[in-house]
């Protein structure tokens, strides 16, 4: 029968989203059905017990995790007499999903608090406690399935959103923004304060290439590409072509293929060069070596692959010009918006004959050639590296008007690509309608400081968290 509304499209949205979540009432539900019961707390908490008969208080769900591990981190639950934990929370359909999708033996499983499934049935030894919805929903199935359609499972509920959202709300888009500007300032000092403590000992230019290389590593592999940048004038030693450097970074790193046959038919030429460069050095490099172990490929696209990273690494270093280009940069004139593309175009390197055309070793050609690096690293690099580098700089050299510049290119910079931190820490602390207060960089930036500063120093409740209350005491003097 069609919704009072007598909207036939609403009608067909409903057959349509029904047919593909439960076919019928005997039907086990879809994994994202149950996901999205348990962020929104679809429950009858008075009913909620273990299969082997603790009570289970949930304080809360926890954040949806779009990375590999559990389907939730951060969740703060008490499972009978014993205190309340955070931890992490897996949904699965059946309880012998948790051997079978292998987290008994996934040490990011290791962390897991509780096992929610649909079916009753006995957790297997050494699981974590477990729980089961079948009988726990605050509504039948079928109209869940309905409800799904209107509730997106990544829209934040109202009521998880941090104790600081109300506060924030309470401040107009001109406050929230300079809280923001105040924030990313903090960040970019503090990153700035590293650069000149570590060139007291390593040296301005050595220091910049550590930070350019961590940047390259992403959050997984920001540890063995910051190792690998500072044993840089060992391995950079005389070679100054970027092939060359290419096989010393590759062999050095691990990420060399062992077996050329795998390679893709009438790709493995620049393989076999490679192994062949390497195999006369490798001796000579021995400690240096990293273990192939080290890097953290899950969750990574291909275009990001560390591989990828240190081929346009390499073609930084044959230039040999790299740091004097980013100072002539910083020292002209520009408008802000030519910043991104004129920064890019000193890092995005020459054309390489297999890394234009390859996202890795092991993939196939692609149709057309790809820029080693793209408008969402080069911001990255700038708002993370090149700024705050030439920043305290210009500050140790006591160039007032260089480091103006430099601020203001930070604060002009356009928003980096979006990510689940910054989509989180949105969501949790500013709401919905206030995306636009995150167009630039520096704002992201603020925004990511205050999540570290103090949702990371907390936990999903606010436990012990000042940040509400200093946002509360300092309105009144932001509205002068």
């Not at 050494?126 to 109209?143: I, N, T, Y």
């Amino acid at each position: 029968m069609p919704p009072p509304s007598g909207n036939f499209y609403v009608f067909w949205r409903r057959r349509a989203g029904t047919a593909n979540v439960l076919r019928d009432e005997n039907d086990l539900p879809t994994e994202r059905l149950l996901q999205a019961v348990w962020l929104h707390q679809r429950l009858c908490h008075d009913r909620l017990k273990t299969v082997d008969g603790k009570t289970v208080r949930i304080f809360h769900p926890g954040f949806v995790n779009p990375e590999g591990g559990p389907d939730f981190s951060d969740a703060v639950i008490q499972i009978g007499d014993d205190v309340p934990r955070s931890g992490d929370v897996e949904i699965d359909l059946r309880a012998g999903n948790w051997r079978a999708h292998g987290h008994d033996r996934n040490p990011n499983f290791q962390n897991v608090l509780l096992h929610v499934v649909w079916e009753d049935a006995r957790p297997a030894a050494g699981a974590p406690p477990m729980l089961s919805l079948g009988r726990s929903l605050d509504a039948p199935l079928s109209e869940l399935c309905v409800w799904l359609e209107e509730e997106p499972l990544r829209r934040f509920p109202e009521n998880l959103r941090g104790k600081c959202c109300a506060a924030l709300r309470e401040l107009n888009e001109a406050q929230v923004a300079g809280l923001l500007r105040e924030a990313a300032l903090a960040r970019f000092q503090s990153k700035a304060a590293y650069f000149r403590v570590r060139a007291q000992g390593a040296g301005w230019e050595q220091c910049l290439w550590e930070g350019l290389f961590r940047a390259l590593g992403y959050k997984h592999n920001a540890w063995p590409m910051q190792n690998l940048a500072e044993s840089r004038e060992r391995w950079a030693h005389g070679m100054d072509s970027a092939f060359g450097l290419q096989a010393r970074l590759f062999g050095i790193s691990g990420l060399l293929p062992l077996e050329l046959s795998r390679a893709p038919a009438g790709d493995d030429g620049y393989l076999r060069r490679i192994w062949d460069r390497w195999w006369r050095e490798r001796d000579e490099f021995n400690d240096c070596l990293l273990p192939r172990t080290v890097w953290k490929f899950r969750g990574l696209r291909p275009a990001n692959h560390p591989q990828r990273r240190l081929a346009l690494a390499a073609h930084w270093l044959a230039t040999g010009d790299v740091v004097q280009k980013l100072e002539q940069w910083c020292a002209a004139e520009l408008p802000d918006t030519r910043l991104p593309g004129s920064l890019r175009k000193i890092l995005e390197g020459e054309r390489d004959e297999f890394w234009s055309w390859h996202w890795t070793f092991r993939s196939a050609r692609l149709p057309k050639p790809q820029p080693l690096l793209g408008d969402a690293r080069a911001t990255d690099l700038a708002a993370n590296v090149i700024l705050p580098w030439l920043w305290t700089r210009s500050v140790e050299g006591k160039n007032r008007n260089l480091q103006r510049r430099v601020e203001q290119r930070y604060f002009a910079w356009p928003p980096a690509q979006d990510n689940s931190t910054l989509r989180l820490a949105r969501q949790r602390l500013l709401g919905p309608g206030r995306d636009r207060l995150c167009r630039s960089a520096a704002a992201q930036q603020g925004l990511t400081q205050i999540a570290r500063d103090f949702c990371g120093c907390s936990n999903a409740v606010c436990r012990g968290c000042r940040f509400p209350e200093l946002v509360s005491a300092w309105r009144p003097q932001a509205t002068t």
